[in-house]
């Protein structure tokens, strides 16, 4: 298969994928301008809990209905993988109208219907509502001061009690900025944030913008009798919340309920573009401060013993020895030991080479991806306002580096065989590794989602789809860079290695001991930023410090380079030439720590959890970004051990 077949094979596939891309836009470049009065239905997401972490349908429960019926919103790749499924909803406003309005009432509660109230109340299922693409928000106070939330409670008990209230009061604060142009393209959101030129007009335009969007949910009993006769949006008497116990609405069998609510518009001096401010406004920049100092200080003090390995050690070690002749360097090398004595051994064939490959290739496609997505990120170019975004970069990029993966891996199995033979099934087998793992943990956790009939359970259509990008795309990209490193020439090994391996001398103590203590600096560097990344995924919490993620990065990867460099030093100088998997491992080490934080993270930090299944849903996704960090680091560590023994003992004259 040449690479000009390949090319041909995948154009109509990327041809497809560019058809069917949407633009994307910068946080702030778009907006949508409302009239006087106009009406704007809210949308409603999968009802969410930080105890169960089980997304669940809205209207999987007793909710009013939107008169003209349910009507799904078009999802992106990354929000069907959240398990996000939004809806249509009957709540209406009009701009700049401030009313209170019936919704509907429902029809008496069964038991089927009371014991799934209660069960979502008592694991604190959130409700999910947005507006003009903002989530709603809402404000408790809690020692004097006031936290912020997205969504509000499905329904409530009281301390001390057994009674379960339902949320069926809700009182809309919606901030709108007064906004006034002229000669200006007036951009829409179209559907689901994506930036649609939909008209311009040459005249003076005045509107409304929404800049905010705030609830404050409460319980209240009303006469089912009277308001049943009711139509939709009929307006109603206001009310005040909160109220007392005794005039809330119980979640009670053959009750009736009625759902109410009341709007009000706030004129606001917030511009559009700032209008996501107060949801990602950043808490504890100190932290993040002191953890990058935390983690230049630990690369300082590797980098000065590299130097003095380098400056110190190495460099009068080798001055020495090419000072020397020939016979002179023969009865050196009888009297000598450490690294120079393990040149006829350093770069033999490692155990299961193939694999080394294997992860090697994975982890520059890892990394790679990382890399790309969190710059991106950084510039602005993955807004919040548009779910999913990010994790469907991700995948694309991740797709599209397989070329790279493939050329590595590839080159990297020349290198060791000195040969082609095998490449093809090395490039394979670089392809289904890490997509063949998560995809079987994913499966295994996809059952759970299915058993449970959680919105997060991933369709069987999104199964064939991701099967599908993965074998139409990623594999024969990874085979068409197999193919270039095939092509390309292989590293040449300064020495020559013997036939006869060297003995290795014993030890007191075994070296994967050191190899797994070097992950701790590594994980130095990452475990105060990886507390904010979980939280945000596990807490419902909003994550866009990716100015502070890049550095941690790239302090990560120095930090690894540094820890993989010094341990291989310190293997060759115990006569310890088999450096290959020990210099992917000293780095790499860091996801088991990383994997054991998490289950530390998910007894102190997460204790609410509740359930097997929330706990085998966290572990199962933990394993799966473990595993994704031990491909990635271990590959940096890996690549810059390689280059520094090469360099090393290209200096050494050897006949």
Not at 156 to 182: C, M, R
Not at 466 to 491: E, K, N
Not at 531 to 552: N, P
Request: contains cysteine.
């Amino acid at each position: 298969m040449t690479a000009t077949s390949i090319t041909l094979y995948l154009l109509p596939f990327i041809l497809l994928i560019i058809q069917k891309t949407d633009a994307f836009y910068l946080p702030g470049s778009y907006m949508h301008t409302y009239s006087q009065a106009e009406a704007i239905f809210a949308k409603v997401n999968s009802l969410t809990s930080i105890e169960t972490e089980l997304p669940f349908s809205y209207y999987s429960l007793p909710f009013c209905r939107p008169p003209d019926g349910i009507k799904k919103s078009a999802e992106n790749l990354g929000e069907l993988l959240m398990g996000d499924q939004i809806d249509n909803s009957p709540y209406r406003f009009r701009v700049n109208v401030n009313e209170s309005l019936y919704l509907c009432t429902t029809e008496p509660l069964t038991a089927a219907d009371v014991k799934l109230l209660k069960e979502r109340s008592r694991d604190l299922y959130q409700v999910n509502m947005m507006l003009d693409n903002l989530p709603v928000m809402r404000f408790t106070e809690q020692n004097g001061q006031f936290i912020q939330w997205t969504g509000y409670p499905i329904g409530y008990a009281p301390t001390g009690t057994d009674q379960y209230y339902i949320i069926n009061h809700l009182k809309f604060k919606i901030f709108v900025h007064e906004y006034e142009g002229s000669n200006v393209e007036i951009i829409s959101t179209g559907e689901e944030g994506l930036a649609v030129i939909s008209e311009t007009d040459k005249k003076k335009m005045s509107g409304y913008q929404i800049v905010g969007f705030e609830v404050t949910p409460c319980s209240f009993k009303r006469d089912p009798g009277y308001l049943s006769k009711l139509s939709m949006y009929e307006k109603i008497d206001p009310v005040y919340c909160p109220v007392e116990i005794g005039r809330s609405q119980p979640i009670k069998e053959n009750e009736r309920i009625s759902f109410t609510y009341a709007v009000e518009f706030v004129k606001s001096d917030i511009k559009w573009p700032s209008r996501w401010d107060v949801y990602l406004k950043m808490n504890g920049a100190k932290i993040h401060w002191l953890s990058i100092m935390n983690s230049v200080m630990v690369i300082l003090f590797l980098a000065s013993i590299v130097f003095v390995i380098f400056l110190r050690t190495v460099r009068r070690d080798l001055a020495k020895y090419e000072e020397l002749d020939k016979e002179a360097q023969a009865q050196m090398a009888e009297e000598l030991s450490g690294w120079k004595l393990v040149v006829g051994d350093v770069f033999r064939e490692p155990d299961h080479s193939k694999l080394l490959c294997v992860m090697v290739g994975d982890g520059v496609q890892i990394l790679g991806m990382a890399v790309v997505t969190i710059v991106f990120a950084a510039l602005g170019f993955m807004s919040p306002a548009s779910r999913g975004m990010l994790l469907t970069g991700m995948i694309v990029l991740y797709l599209f580096l397989g070329i790279a993966a493939g050329y590595v891996g590839v080159r990297l199995w020349r290198t060791i065989k000195g040969g082609s033979d095998g490449w093809r099934s090395v490039a394979w087998c670089i392809s289904c590794f890490f997509p063949g793992i998560s995809f079987l943990i994913l499966t295994c956790l996809n059952f759970i989602l299915w058993g449970s009939k959680s919105t997060g359970a991933l369709p069987i259509s999104l199964f064939f789809t991701l099967f599908a990008l993965w074998f139409c795309i990623s594999v024969p990209l990874t085979l068409v860079g197999g193919l270039l490193g095939t092509r390309a020439d292989p590293i040449d090994y300064p020495v020559r290695t013997n036939q006869i391996p060297r003995e290795i001398p014993e030890r007191k103590y075994p070296s994967w001991l050191l190899v797994l203590g070097a992950g701790t600096l590594p994980f130095g560097t990452l475990f105060i930023e990886l507390f904010f990344i979980l939280t945000s995924i596990w807490l419902g919490r909003f994550y866009y410090v990716f100015g502070f993620l890049l550095v941690v990065l790239l302090l990560l990867v120095t930090v690894c380079s540094e820890v993989s460099v010094v341990l291989t030093y310190m293997h060759l100088c115990v006569e310890d030439w088999r450096w290959w998997w020990k210099s992917f491992f000293a780095s790499g080490s860091v996801a088991l720590y990383v994997f054991l934080y998490s289950v530390n993270y998910l007894i102190f930090d997460l204790r609410s959890l509740s359930g097997p299944v929330s706990a085998i849903l966290y572990l199962g996704y933990s394993l799966i970004m473990a595993l994704a960090i031990l491909l990635a680091t271990g590959t940096v560590g890996f690549l810059v051990s390689f280059t520094f023994v090469h360099y090393l003992f290209s200096s050494v004259k050897i006949d």
